[in-house]
Each structure stands twice: as C-alpha cells, then as structure tokens.
Nanobody, 124 residues
Framework: QVQLVESGGGLVQAGDSLKLSCAAS????????MAWFRQAPGKEREFVAT????????YYATSVKGRFTISRDNAKNTVYLQMNSLKAEDTAIYYC?????????????????WGQGTQVTVSS
C-alpha cells in the first residue's frame, strides 16, 4: 500500500511558476514509477508527466513539454512537479499517482495509488 499527499498548489498569474510536491509513504517508494495527472472542471483526468523509479527516464504530455519538469528524491520519498510559464489552461486539480511497477505508463489505469489532489489556478 502507498499513501500519497500532494502540496504546493495555489493561485498564480499567467507566466508565474509553482512547484508541487508529493510525499509518499508505505511500500518502497523507489520501486514505483510515479506520475502527475490533472483534471480541469468538466474534463477527464489527463496525463501530465511520469518518471521511472530510478529517475533517469521521464515523459511529458505535449501540452506541458518544455515548461514542466518532473523529478524525484527517493531518499525523501518525494516526487516533484516544477511548473514554469503557467497558462490559464493549466488550471486544474493536480494528482500524484504511483504505479505498482516501472516503465513508461501513460494511462490512468496504469496507476494503482492516488493522492487527494492539489488545486492549481492560473489567472490570465
């Protein structure tokens, strides 16, 4: 079992930056691929970024590539999402997710554990 707690969301202006954190507890954190998803009002939850368990491989949604950076600190059991050049369309609840395995995983169904989410609002 893995418990995930997100933090770092807030209200910012377009062009600003935010850094989200996701603290994990439970089974060995370093064994899991981790990801961030987001869900805007009236829309389905969508993939944002993922990172392999060793941190060496990362993959991003086209909409955030070049602006967002996912990273992890296995010693701290924490995964991060640095978000730069934020846009109004980035407004959503951001969720941290953990998979039971490793490798490239882009679908919600690839992830077994979810946090409660943190709200990010970008005003234009």
């Amino acid at each position: 079992q893995v418990q995930l707690v997100e933090s770092g969301g807030g209200l910012v202006q377009a062009g600003d930056s935010l850094k989200l954190s996701c603290a994990a507890s439970g089974r060995t954190f370093s064994s899991n691929a981790m990801a961030w998803f987001r869900q805007a009002p009236g829309k389905e939850r969508e993939f944002v970024a993922t990172i392999y368990r060793g941190g060496g491989s990362k993959y991003y949604a086209t909409s955030v590539k070049g602006r967002f950076t996912i990273s992890r600190d296995n010693a701290k059991n924490t995964v991060y999402l640095q978000m730069n050049s934020l846009k109004a369309e980035d407004t959503a609840i951001y969720y941290c997710a953990a998979s039971s395995g490793d490798g490239l995983r882009l679908s919600r169904t690839d992830y077994d554990y979810w946090g409660q989410g943190t709200q990010v609002t970008v005003s234009s």
